[in-house]
T-cell receptor, first 111, second 112 residues
Framework: LAKTTQPISMDSYEGQEVNITCSHNNIATNDYITWYQQFPSQGPRFIIQGYKTKVTNEVASLFIPADRKSSTLSLPRVSLSDTAVYYCLVGESYNFNKFYFGSGTKLNVKP | NAGVTQTPKFQVLKTGQSMTLQCAQDMNHNSMYWYRQDPGMGLRLIYYSASEGTTDKGEVPNGYNVSRLNKREFSLRLESAAPSQTSVYFC???????????FGQGTRLTVV
């Protein structure tokens, strides 16, 4: 089970690009990297998933270097509504019960 | 499309009381999960059901039981509630092989 390390909290201002890095040194060959977002009083919501290089969707981009020992979630031009906790999870897609939701990164976007 | 629905949304129990948290999904997902989240913490897996008819323990199963009633419904039962079980409980479902899980809105449980 690949353990992940990410910053406990980050501050940003509206309109800025935010990059949250996650370290997963013991990632296995079959592991995917997945990010979830959780707003207060809500369940987590899937944001993005990747295996290598770069993945982009309408919400975020995920950058994964060649060695896959880390990944960076990039949120373009954040707004106040992006204030949330962001979780980085690593594991095999068919073994979701092994996915570990750590404490995540609390992103605080200021006006 | 309701997604994952949990009932109730809030509950207060006295120590020793029992109750069942209900979860239903309408996405035809095979796999369902129950998590708890304590203040300021991440989610911890209590039990999961990889498919209809099967259930398995997660990280923190003690004090809980589950029932996979059918493909749609997965319930969590507290037989004798304890203050340590005060938490927010989330149910989730997904398609096997997919890392995108869908979560309910949570049940906020307080045991006094």
């Amino acid at each position: 089970l690949a353990k992940t390390t990410q910053p406990i909290s980050m501050d940003s201002y509206e309109g800025q690009e935010v990059n949250i890095t996650c370290s997963h040194n013991n990632i296995a060959t079959n592991d995917y990297i997945t990010w979830y977002q959780q707003f207060p009083s809500q369940g987590p919501r899937f944001i993005i998933q990747g295996y290598k290089t770069k993945v982009t969707n309408e919400v975020a981009s995920l950058f994964i270097p060649a060695d896959r020992k880390s990944s960076t979630l990039s949120l373009p031009r954040v707004s106040l509504s992006d204030t949330a906790v962001y979780y980085c999870l690593v594991g095999e897609s068919y073994n979701f019960n092994k996915f570990y939701f750590g404490s995540g990164t609390k992103l605080n976007v200021k006006p | 499309n309701a997604g994952v629905t949990q009932t109730p949304k809030f509950q207060v129990l006295k120590t020793g009381q029992s109750m069942t948290l209900q979860c239903a999904q309408d996405m035809n997902h095979n796999s369902m999960y129950w998590y708890r989240q304590d203040p300021g913490m991440g989610l911890r897996l209590i039990y999961y059901s990889a498919s209809e008819g099967t259930t398995d323990k997660g990280e923190v199963p003690n004090g809980y039981n589950v029932s996979r009633l059918n493909k749609r419904e997965f319930s969590l039962r507290l037989e004798s509630a304890a203050p340590s079980q005060t938490s927010v409980y989330f149910c989730a479902s997904r398609t096997p092989g997919d890392t995108e899980a869908f979560f309910g809105q949570g049940t906020r449980l307080t045991v006094v």
